[in-house]
């Protein structure tokens, strides 16, 4: 067990980062073609695209994508960017499947073609071997991290899931939505911008629940194993009269000192806090206020202490 969790180190892997910087080139190829030269696909591109706006929606994508990559490529935490590779499975996977249903409206003698197709018939399966094999070195949430507020979180998952289904349905049921979509499309077009929208839908997952369990350690029947997970993460999570609180440091830029609040831990399902100068950040047990403990039974009475309650009386 001990050597399970020193594994975990959150590394990101040599394979994970060589297989985000082999991608980036592709995706930016494929924005150049799209964004800058949308009258040009049935010359430069794999299928012959009609409408620039549909272009302009894949090239948005494709763009995204190698920001995402490379910023894989540059990171030292893999739980930072963990959940992207999920997303970009499930929309390799769902390109790699249209490719098979509408194979004969490819344009096969062109070179883009066997990219297209060479590209989402491997990735699934590379994107979703990297992600399991960074998942065993996985770390929770560290000190220091900075967290979206419940409210913020909420409405990002609500906006995924918005996503989620509209790319399901133009997938799934692509004739139905060519009639409610604001510009025209093909079935091919359709289904592609579909697997676009389920991008954003595959992050649902990691804002709708919760990071950091901070109540845990006060929950009925955990006990002093809880408590000692608690300490383990790093968190400053304890039980102090008149109700539980989370001791908090402000951030500078707002009043240059830590302070100390009270908050119920009874629904707390983790720490507000966002990217600007107010936000509230986690500190560790070590910068954290002593703990007064009850002498060991036995033990001499410190006189100290007993002169300083008599003095308050």
């Known amino acids: ?5 020193e594994r975990r180190d959150d590394r990101v892997l040599p394979y994970t980062r060589g297989l985000s910087l082999f991608i980036v080139p592709f995706l930016l190829a494929a924005f ?36 995402f990559f490379l910023h894989v490529a540059r990171a030292r935490r893999w739980h930072e960017v963990g959940t992207g590779f999920l997303a970009v499975t499930a929309f390799a996977t769902l390109l790699g499947v249209a490719t098979v249903i509408h ?17 989402y018939f491997t990735a699934p399966f590379l994107v ?14 560290a000190v220091g991290d900075l967290l979206l507020r419940p409210f913020e979180r909420a409405c990002l998952a ?85 109700a539980p609180c989370v001791r908090l440091a402000a951030a500078p830029g707002r009043t240059g000192r830590a302070r100390r609040i009270g908050l119920p831990l009874r629904g707390l399902r983790g720490p507000s806090a966002v990217r600007h100068p107010g936000a509230l950040r986690l500190i560790p047990p070590a910068a954290a206020s002593p703990r007064t403990r009850r002498p060991p039974a036995g033990a001499a009475p410190d006189p100290g202490r007993a002169g300083r309650r008599s003095g308050r009386r």
């Open 32 to 67: 150049v073609i799209l964004y800058l030269y949308p009258g040009h696909t049935a010359r430069l591109w794999a299928w012959r695209i009609p409408v620039t706006m549909t272009s302009m929606v894949l090239a948005s994508a494709y763009v995204g994508g190698a920001y």
């Open 103 to 119: 194979w004969e409206t490819f344009a096969h003698g062109h070179l883009a073609f066997w990219l297209w197709a060479g590209l």
């Open 1 to 5: 067990m001990d050597q399970a969790e």
């Open 128 to 141: 979703i071997a990297a992600w399991l094999a960074n998942r065993r070195y996985a770390a929770p949430v």
């Open 158 to 242: 609500a906006c995924g899931t918005l996503a989620l289904l509209t790319g399901i349905a133009m997938f799934v049921a692509p004739d139905a939505m060519l009639e409610l979509w604001p510009w025209p499309l093909t079935d091919l077009s359709c289904r592609v911008v579909g697997a676009t929208f389920c991008l954003g839908g595959g992050f649902r997952r990691r804002l709708a629940r919760p990071t950091v369990e901070l109540g845990a350690a006060h929950a009925p029947g955990r006990g002093r194993h809880a408590r000692a997970d608690a300490r383990r993460r790093g968190t400053c999570a304890r039980r102090a009269p008149p």
